[in-house]
């Protein structure tokens, strides 16, 4: 038979693709194809220190959707790396952790029906480690956007994480790790995210003051939510069911340093006041989504 140019192409192509598919059904090419890929999720997510420089330019509809364009693909290219705020790139399936919904926040459902209807809201965690903060915080973002949380839960946490996935905490980062977290919240707030919630244990009222400040600044409603599981008072429960080994004693101390305070009291305390007019809505996720 013969064939034009445009068909000995096509013959070309369609045998090219026959041989990648018979490759890719191959267990061991596709791990040989994968071999030496690796994601540092701590690189990528500090990319956003940069960019706070351009806080006031002109913000495109495309610029929001593309602030996280390479850590989407984080979370999957290593099928096994511990999950985390910046690696996840859909919702884990829910466990049940009895959350009080009278909580001093309020009801949850009137929180999550604010974000349903694009107000820009943020969300501050507060509690000692593992009583349910984590939690609660990724079930707003499923009743609500149900976006990737890396949208709409920031944690200094996170950068605690090294490219494999391993938690490594180190005393001496935490200036480095709040400053970074605080710059990332900025960041989204500056797009119009919402929600942003801020998945810190936020003990002393002043652990606060630079997300109120923030939330003013760009118009969120702010909301403290405090979990109240059925050992969140028990420092020795939650030094069991924390994910990053806090140990009852420090847990102890958390507990022993807790402030109690409501948006209004901190709003005063910081001196701070809404100047533009609220609610106002978001941008991201754009609200057709």
């Keep these: 038979m013969v064939f034009s140019s445009n068909d000995e192409i096509l013959a070309w192509n369609v045998d090219s693709c026959k041989e990648h598919l018979a490759a890719l059904q191959n267990p061991k090419n596709v791990t040989e194809m994968n071999a030496g890929v690796h994601v540092d999720v701590i690189a990528e997510s500090e990319q956003f220190e940069h960019k706070m420089e351009h806080e006031q330019k002109n913000i495109g509809i ?62 501050i965690m507060r509690g000692p480690s593992g009583c349910g903060k984590s939690y609660l915080a990724r079930q707003i973002v499923d009743s609500t956007t149900r976006d990737k949380y890396y949208h709409h839960i920031f944690s200094s946490d996170d950068f605690f994480y090294d490219k494999r996935g391993n938690y490594n905490f180190s005393a001496n980062r935490l200036d480095e790790v709040h400053e970074s977290n605080r710059k990332r919240v900025e960041q989204h707030a500056c797009y119009g995210w919402s929600p942003i919630i801020v998945d810190n244990t936020n003990i002393r009222i002043w652990e606060m003051r630079n997300y109120f400040e923030i939330a003013v600044r760009f118009g969120y409603l702010i909301k403290i939510v405090e979990p109240e599981t059925a050992w969140s008072h028990s420092a020795s429960q939650l030094s069991m069911k924390n994910s990053h080994g806090v140990s009852k004693e420090t847990i102890e101390r958390m507990m022993l340093n807790y402030e109690l305070t409501s948006v209004e009291l901190a709003m005063e305390k910081f001196r701070l006041a809404h100047t533009m007019f609220m609610p106002q809505y978001r941008q991201f996720p754009p609200m057709d989504q």
Excluded: S, W, Y
């Excluded at 705020?85 to 919702?91: E, G, I, Q, V």
């Design 62 to 123: 495309d610029d929001g959707k593309n602030l996280n364009k390479q850590l989407d693909f984080a979370g999957v290219i290593r099928k096994n790396r511990k999950p985390n705020n910046l690696t996840n790139c859909a919702p884990d399936v829910p466990q049940p952790i009895p959350i009080d919904a009278t909580a001093e926040f309020g009801n949850l459902q009137e929180l999550c029906n604010e974000i349903i209807h694009g107000l820009k809201v943020m969300v």
